[in-house]
């Protein structure tokens, strides 16, 4: 098992000595952010992107191991099966980023644990796609976790990546087999894409742009359409009325239409 980021304090992993000699490695995404340490706001401890850190999010750690040399295709995907509990200031202020007093009494829950306290208390589950990661409200109690929905697209990730596979911890922490069984269907074919570049956090989203672009192109040929056909109708009525008589103005002889404006003849 090996760091998410190539390095541990100043020290580099010999990554061209695990490309030769190992034939895969536990890459352990994940604690980028624990309450007893993150202790004023809530946040993602295994997010899959990270908008406000180029740092601590899973997808920088992957590409990072890429671009150090090591293949794709010798790397597992760490899947958590548990959750990390906040205690919130306020109950009603509850997304990703909110006031909390530090570690929450449940902290460090199992997945089933978790699955009680939602049966129990009928708790509402919200995935965060941004990040990737679900949370739920009980009280002044704030777990983030990965759900069935989560899952899905860590795995999905896993297999655009071209990587090995997965391995989660720990099995025995997951409800009747449900994570497992979803990760073991693979996902969906397509992720959510990473809120913006993690690698220099400026922002590259071409799909926000088509859904600006696109409706503007839509309406301007609409709208040339309809002046076309304005234009035709006009000119069949005109045509059918046929030439309006000459009249001589000052040596000049202009066919008068009916719109007031006319062709000059010699």
């Known amino acids: 098992m090996v760091n998410y980021f190539p390095k541990v304090g100043s020290q580099n992993y010999p990554v061209d000595s695990i490309q030769k000699y190992l034939d895969w490695v536990h890459v352990r995404n994940g604690d980028y952010f624990l309450p007893n340490y993150w202790t004023n706001f809530t946040a993602a401890p295994v997010a899959l992107y990270n908008p406000n850190s180029t740092v601590n999010n899973t997808d920088y750690g992957i590409t990072s191991w890429i671009d150090a040399g090591l293949s ?24 990703i980023g909110a006031l909390a007093n530090g570690q929450a009494q ?22 965060d796609a941004t990040y990737v990661v679900n949370y739920l409200t009980m009280g002044t109690s704030w ?3 990965d759900d069935v929905e989560a899952i899905q697209h860590k795995v999905s ?10 391995f989660v911890w720990q099995v025995a922490y997951d409800d009747n087999w449900m994570l497992s069984k979803t990760a073991a269907q693979g996902g969906h074919e397509t992720i959510f894409p990473p809120p913006e570049d993690n690698r220099n956090g400026q922002k590259k989203q071409p799909y926000r742009l088509l859904v600006i672009v696109l409706p503007v192109i839509a309406a301007v040929i609409l709208l040339l359409g309809f002046v076309t056909y304005i234009n035709y109708r ?21 066919v008068e239409k009916d719109c007031g404006e006319g062709n000059v003849l010699d």
């Open 143 to 145: 777990v983030a976790f």
């Open 72 to 95: 794709p295709k010798k790397m597992v995907l760490f899947l958590p099966y548990y959750g990390t509990a906040w205690t919130l200031k306020n109950p009603n202020e509850n997304g």
């Open 234 to 254: 006009w000119l069949r009525k005109n045509k059918s009325k046929g030439s309006a008589p000459a009249v001589y103005r000052k040596n000049v002889w202009t």
């Open 157 to 166: 990730y896993a297999k655009e990546k071209r990587l090995l596979g997965y």
């Open 106 to 127: 449940a902290s460090g829950l199992a997945y089933k644990e978790i699955k009680t306290y939602i049966d129990r208390y009928k708790a509402k589950v919200t995935l």
